[in-house]
């Protein structure tokens, strides 16, 4: 019986040696990982799935901002005096339409001055100021278009809509403002804003960005900096969209229809007294010609020099949740809110701002 025994435990230790020796070498993170696979208090939930991983927050967001501030007219105080010349236009046609081709360098003003007798010239006012007074067109008479033009100039500006690109990476992040949307006199608007800016127009700009990990979702919160808005050009750009939107033709098209340079001038050049005519049809559609294209030069002048603005964004804060497809990134901001102001050329004024975004 011992001799049985003694031959069994032989064959067995021969039997571990072999196996010990012809099992293929381990390296340390596989004899851990075997380790734990024999253990007997494994339990699948252990198993680290994406969804449970930490969130990934790098990367570039499109993010849209809204931007509500009490900013007054669509024009900036710029343009008031142009403003008030189109009103000359409908008032005082005659006067204004000289005082324009005047400022234009029209030769043809100084010609009518200097060849009608003053019998003639002291009834030229009237009887421009009765011809352009009279007419109507499908617009609606000149005292219409004008009255409507005017309150296009002067409609207030509802919430403004930034589209910009938010690169959160660490000390590198980086936010570029690309588009501003408008609602102007019940049309909305878009503009590229790289086109339109001009010098002192910063539009991509460092930002301080932190973000704070809590499982599936993230803090974003956003340091203070801004942006050069050249607001004045898209004012213009914003205001001829209106008048194309709302009569398809733009602010000089319209004016020369709604006046009628040559109908006027045929008109005027046929008033006599006795047997002394006016004359001189066509400096006086001249007249008319230049004082329309400087009108609307000098309304868009004074617009396009508002100089650029700030949007001043002095804190964000926002947050970061997974995105649909477990990829372990956050695919969204949500519940953004801007700490902001924003000068349209009538001073830096409070804006109620929220934004959010989807990553790219």
Not at 272 to 288: E, N, P
Request: glycine share 10%; aromatic share 4%.
């Amino acid at each position: 019986m011992r001799i049985e025994t003694s031959i069994a435990t032989v064959f067995l230790a021969g039997l571990i040696t072999a196996c010990v020796e012809s099992a293929p070498e381990m390296e340390p993170a596989e004899v851990e990982a075997a380790e734990v696979a024999t253990g007997a208090d494994m339990a699948p939930a252990e198993v680290i799935e994406a969804d449970a991983q930490a969130l990934g927050t790098a990367g570039t967001y499109r993010v849209q901002s809204t931007l509500v501030v009490e900013a007054g007219a669509l024009l900036p105080p710029t343009a008031d005096r142009a403003v008030q010349t189109l009103e000359g236009l409908r008032d005082h046609p005659a006067a204004t339409l000289f005082a324009l081709a005047d400022d234009a360098g029209v030769p043809a003003v100084a010609t009518i001055r200097d060849a009608l007798p003053s019998v003639l010239a002291s009834r030229l006012d009237g009887w421009i100021d009765g011809y352009v007074q009279s007419v109507t067109t499908g617009d609606g008479t000149v005292a219409q278009v004008i009255d409507a033009v005017v309150g296009v100039c002067r409609a207030p500006i509802g919430a403004i809509e930034l589209e910009s690109a938010l690169t959160v990476r660490g000390a590198a992040s980086r936010h570029r403002l690309e588009t501003v949307g408008l609602e102007v006199a019940g049309h909305a608007m878009r503009f590229d804003v790289a086109p339109l800016a001009g010098v002192g127009a910063a539009l991509d700009v460092p930002v301080a960005a932190a973000v704070t990990l809590d499982g599936d979702r993230a803090t974003l919160t956003l340091g203070d900096h801004g942006f050069g808005l050249p607001y004045g050009r898209i004012a213009w750009a914003a205001f001829d969209g209106a008048m194309r939107a709302r009569y398809g033709r733009d602010l000089r098209g319209l004016l020369g229809d709604a006046v009628g340079c040559d109908a006027l001038a045929a008109s005027v050049a046929n008033r006599c007294v006795l047997s002394v005519c006016v004359g001189h049809r066509s400096d006086l559609r001249a007249i008319c010609e230049g004082a329309l294209d400087e009108a609307v030069a000098q309304l868009r002048e004074r617009v396009e020099a508002q100089a650029v603005e700030p949007i001043a964004l002095d804190a964000g804060a926002a947050v970061l949740v997974r995105a649909a497809a477990s990829d372990g990134f956050a695919g969204a901001i949500e519940d953004g809110v801007w700490t902001a102001q924003l000068d349209l050329g009538h001073g830096a004024r409070p804006a109620a701002a929220t934004f959010a975004g989807a990553r790219e």
